[in-house]
């Protein structure tokens, strides 16, 4: 026995320490370069997958691989502490895009060619979303997604209801479709990230886009820009299911597919779970109205995928073809029919309908970022939104956020003040 | 006589229990069943819609679930750990319980035990990072890192519940081997060693489930390397903006086969209470 | 005698070390380094600054963080009495001469091996129209919405869950114990009348503190340290009312930009429950040496 298990463990350990070594020359192969993407859109996975078989098979000089896991995040975290960088990300838009500019290991990509192709509402959100601004471009916008109401086309014609385009006709649209008998809308915030949905969607008209900067340099606070966007949130409630917190994001796209409600407050990026359960719906998208003047509505629509390449890449060349071949006018069309995306390149790309009603935002670029690209993932104001919805009190939820914002941006808050102080006078 | 009537009647009652119990167990896997069998297009949010039958009753599911985790693959890696792992967990916190639990008079002893056992409380998340990092300089990004990790976690749960069993093992049985000039070494394989079996099975079954269904670390150690494991494959069922929970249940029924036949198999060997003889 | 003790403490101390070795460099030492994080504004990458004690100080005037741990206080407690209660139980039932042994062990094992995906689908189906739908039937209104939709109950959810995966092993864990547990002395038990409650007290019971002691750290670990559960079923919603601590540690350490902030908490929570087992494993081996 003693025998046996000392020369078993010998031998597992042996066999490891072959099977590291070989691991570790693996990755050098027939002479072509090797170029890794990690992107975080799962969902894709299979338009990737494509994309990847594609190029390989039309290029002999450059070895491609795509990887979509879930949980991207934290693999590009823990990768990046491990110094074992991919060489190209596709990342959204978000707080993580603009924590990666300041940890500097995204490489300048405004020499790349293809940049002058992307719409400059995009190439200008992107700018936004840097801490402190920094020359240079750090990220290539690819789709973008938009938030507001999908409402059931098949049940708007029966009816004979109308797009709304201000609150008061929202709130009127709501009373009318109540009267019938119909529930307004399906809420999934047991879900408590669905909870910014309609917040981020209201959001865009009622406070101004930058009201995350302006609290930074300590020129306004939330409690005085989030009142009425708080009070009108609440204000939805009542068109719901009667214990919304029950239902999850899930249980509200089975609901609103199985025709229980005819709207839903969220984004484009719901509608293939929605069409999973009902293949033949006719979904239809509207922008949020939530100001009394039409003309102050514009599309939630942020940055759902960009790419960006990595400082540490080695053949930026070779990453530059690669980028080519994926924002080319028929990969781009294939992937938001896809997905239901919008394209950030410009160009003439056929839309899915479930766009339709947002469509002359898009064109004429009225567009505003998503709020929530600007909160630290860490602060939960998904939660607290949920705390509000819950609780109904909105001092409490002013206050809390205005708290919570100074508490968890405390480094960022410095780092933009020493910022202004150096070069507020030249701004 | 009267013992035995006692005994039957306590019997009709732990039965009764056993089976409401056991209705806790089933209905559940029912659900499991029948959604693992559906078409996307069947859920419904109402209950008579969800306990329903499905309309077909077809292995599509499982056949694209498989497809989709690379099932086969998969499941070798997953095999591979989570065997290689049992067996060395069991080799090597066996006899590190038998050293600690022997030894609980000296204070030495007694540190490391406590030392050891309260590696189990560390939280995961504070040693991600680093472990992410350490494993890449060792050179340990992969598979047999993820198993020395295992190892090492384990530790603590097991080493506690082998020294634990230790307790009833009289110290006769070693006293009687040393006389005849046996090494504690060999003793230990000997004699000990296969007293403990049900301890091994025990350990064996609670180490095999964990490292079986543990997402965490394989994703940060493994990440990049292109090498699956069935619970990672899994997670391409899941993203936040949908979920098909129809392929996500095939998939999660036929991950639960190889375990719950190995739990079959070791459970045996915890009831075949060797201790018993032994002590006579 | 004395060559013997020495080639036994000889044998000792050669399994300890490599093993011990083994244990801190994969353990201890990553333990260090990231307790380190706890004195920066880390965000787990890139650059970043010492703030010395900065984080010890907010860590203790931080609601939301007061408000996970008395949370998850709360679920372990109530939990592992839950647990250990039923556990032994269904051990001394499982354990006893009843038919289809096999088949209920087999059995009460499944909750165990659900992915948490499932186990989390199916409760919150459930606790979502199931229970409300039976509460309706019986026109009990108390139950007539989801517990998991209400901040104060919702914490009873999560408790129903992990007992309920929790079970089975504590239960083998015992029924392990109550394999050394030898006939001879049921028999001698037996024939001084003690049969039932009494024998259980007397006779078993004191046999298997040892595995009682396992299962409450066991627990203690589990669930002061729950995070699946809460994933699967509320996200630490509603409310933030079931935010566990090593949910608050992995979602902003890891998932957010909190790391240094994080890493505190762990180091904190790390040394309470270290205080809490040691204590605990002392009380019940001076229970044992008493017995």
Redesign the interface.
């Known amino acids: 026995?003693?025998r046996k298990?000392l020369k078993?463990?010998t031998a597992?350990l042996c066999c490891?320490a072959v099977?590291?070594v070989v691991?570790?020359c693996g990755s050098s192969s027939d002479g072509r370069i090797e170029i890794?993407i990690?992107q975080y859109k799962?969902?894709a996975?299979n338009y990737f997958k494509t994309v990847e078989e594609e190029f390989n098979a039309t290029h002999d000089d450059i070895h491609l691989?795509i990887?979509s896991?879930?949980?991207a995040?934290?693999?590009l975290?823990?990768?990046?502490?491990?110094?074992?960088y991919?060489d190209i990300i596709g990342i959204g838009g978000d707080?993580n895009y603009s924590?990666?500019v300041?940890?500097?290991?995204l490489a300048d990509v405004s020499g790349y060619e293809g940049m002058k192709d992307i719409n400059e509402g995009y190439l200008e959100i992107a700018e936004a979303l840097e801490l402190v601004p920094v020359d240079g471009t750090y990220i290539i916008p690819y789709v973008a997604n938009a938030a507001g109401v999908l409402y059931n086309r098949d049940m708007f014609e029966e009816h004979g209801w109308q797009i709304p385009e201000t609150w008061d006709e929202m709130l009127a649209l709501c009373d009318q479709i109540q009267a019938e008998g119909i529930l307004p809308f399906y809420f999934g915030f047991?879900?408590?990230?669905t909870c910014l949905a309609p917040w981020n969607a209201m959001a865009v008209e009622l406070a101004p886009a930058d009201t995350t900067k302006q609290v930074n340099k300590g020129t306004t606070t939330f409690t005085k820009e989030y009142k009425e966007l708080a009070e009108k949130y609440m204000e939805l409630l009542p068109y719901g299911p009667?214990?919304p917190?029950?239902?999850?994001?899930?249980?509200a796209?089975?609901?609103f597919a199985?025709g229980?409600s005819a709207m839903y407050t969220i984004g484009s990026?719901?509608t293939?779970?929605i069409l999973?359960?009902?293949?033949d719906m006719k979904i239809d998208s509207f922008v949020m109205p939530a100001s009394d003047d039409k003309n102050d509505r514009t599309l939630n629509s942020g940055i759902d995928l960009g790419f960006c390449v990595m400082e540490d890449c080695k053949n930026k060349e070779a990453a530059y073809e690669v980028l080519d071949f994926l924002y080319a006018d028929e990969n781009i069309q294939k992937y938001i029919d896809d997905q239901n995306a919008v394209p950030c390149k410009k160009g003439n790309f056929t839309l899915s309908s479930m766009l339709d009603g947002m469509t002359e935002f898009i064109q004429s670029g009225n567009m505003t970022d998503y709020q929530d690209h600007y909160y630290?993932?860490?602060m939960?104001v998904d939660?607290l939104l949920?705390?509000l919805l819950?609780?109904k009190d909105e001092d409490a939820f002013l206050r809390t956020f205005d708290t919570n914002w100074q508490?968890?941006n405390r480094?960022i808050i410095r780092m933009v003040q020493d910022y202004e102080a150096a070069h507020g006078n030249t701004n | 006589m009267k013992k035995t009537s006692t005994v039957e009647k306590s019997n009709k009652w732990v039965m009764v229990l056993l089976i409401l119990g056991l209705s806790t167990i089933i209905f559940p896997l029912y659900m499991t069943v029948v959604i693992a069998f559906k078409q996307?297009?069947e859920?419904?949010?109402s209950i008579s819609g969800i306990l329903s039958l499905p309309k077909v009753w077809s292995l599509n599911n499982f056949r694209e679930a498989m497809e989709v985790t690379d099932f086969w693959n998969s499941l070798k890696n997953s095999l591979l750990i989570s065997v290689?792992t049992v067996?060395?967990s069991v080799?090597i916190h066996s006899l590190m319980g038998y050293t600690l639990g022997r030894n609980k008079s000296s204070k030495f002893y007694n540190f490391v035990y406590l030392f050891i056992v309260s590696g189990m409380f560390v939280p995961f998340a504070i040693l991600?990072?680093p472990l992410?990092?350490q494993t890449?300089e060792m050179?340990?990004?992969?598979?047999?890192g993820v198993?020395l990790l295992y190892v090492v976690f384990y530790m603590p749960m097991n080493i506690m519940l082998y020294s634990g069993y230790l307790t009833n093992i009289p110290m006769a049985l070693e006293e009687a081997a040393r006389v005849d000039g046996a090494s504690t070494?060999?003793t230990y394989?000997?004699i000990i060693?296969?007293i403990m079996r049900p301890m091994h099975a025990t350990v064996a079954v609670i180490t095999a489930l964990a490292v079986w269904n543990d997402v965490m670390t394989p994703?940060?150690i493994m990440?990049?390397?292109?090498e699956n494991t069935l619970p990672l494959a899994q997670?391409?069922f899941?993203?936040?903006?949908?979920?098909?929970?129809n392929l996500a249940f095939a998939s999660y029924l036929l991950s639960l086969i190889p375990i719950l036949i190995f739990y079959l198999i070791c459970q045996k060997q915890i009831l075949n209470g060797v201790v018993n003889g032994a002590v006579k | 005698m004395s060559k013997h003790e020495n080639e036994r403490k000889r044998t000792f101390m050669l399994i300890t070390i490599p093993i011990l070795a083994l244990f801190i460099c994969f353990n201890t030492i990553p333990l260090i380094r990231g307790a380190l994080y706890s004195f920066t504004?880390s965000?787990?990458?890139?650059?970043y600054?010492w703030v010395g004690l900065r984080n010890y100080i907010?860590l203790f005037s931080?609601a939301r963080v007061g408000k996970s741990y008395l949370f998850t206080i709360k679920l372990a407690l109530v939990t592992t009495v839950v647990v250990n209660v039923l556990s032994l139980i269904m051990a001394l039932g499982l354990n006893s001469k009843i038919r289809a042994k096999g088949f209920f062990r087999g059995a009460y094992f499944l909750p165990n091996i659900l992915g948490s995906l499932v186990v989390g689908y199916i409760f919150?189906y459930f606790?979502?129209y199931i229970i409300?739908a039976l509460a309706d039937m019986t026109g009990i209104r108390a139950l007539g919405?989801?517990i998991?939709?209400?901040?104060s109950k919702a914490w009873i959810g999560v408790m129903i869950v992990c007992a309920w995966q929790a079970i089975a092993m504590n239960t083998i864990i015992y029924i392990s114990g109550l394999q050394t547990v030898p006939e001879d002395v049921y028999e001698a038990g037996g024939l001084d009348g003690a049969t039932g409650w009494k024998q259980f007290k007397h006779l078993t019971f004191p046999l298997i503190i040892p595995f009682f002691s396992i299962n409450m750290v066991l627990c203690v670990k589990n669930f002061l340290m729950v995070f699946d559960q809460i994933v699967a079923l509320?996200?630490?919603?509603?409310?933030?009312s079931t935010e566990s601590i090593s949910y608050l540690i992995y979602?902003?350490?890891?998932?957010?930009?909190?790391f240094g902030f994080q890493s505190a908490n762990a180091v904190v929570f790390f040394i309470l429950i270290v205080v809490f087992s040691v204590a605990q494993m002392k009380f019940s081996s001076s229970k044992e040496e008493q017995l």
């Open positions: 026995m003693k298990g078993g463990l597992v490891a099977a590291t691991q570790g890794e990690v799962m969902e996975a691989t990887s896991p879930n949980d995040t934290t693999i975290k823990t990768r990046f502490i491990r110094e074992n991919p707080i924590y990666f300041d940890a500097d290991i047991k879900d408590t990230w009667d214990d917190f029950a239902y999850g994001y899930n249980d796209c089975t609901a199985r229980e990026y719901a293939p779970q999973s359960v009902n293949p630290p993932s860490e939960s939660a949920q705390t819950l609780e508490r968890y480094d | 996307p297009s859920m419904t949010n290689l067996g060395l080799l991600m990072m992410a990092k890449a050179g340990l990004a992969n598979w047999f198993i070494w060999r394989w000997q060693f296969p994703l940060i990440a990049g390397s292109a997670l391409n899941q993203s936040q903006f949908g979920t098909n929970y | 504004n965000r787990g990458f890139g650059s600054d907010d931080d919150n606790f979502t409300p919405s989801s998991l939709s209400n901040p509320t996200k630490g919603g509603p409310a933030q979602n902003n350490g890891m998932a957010g930009g909190q």
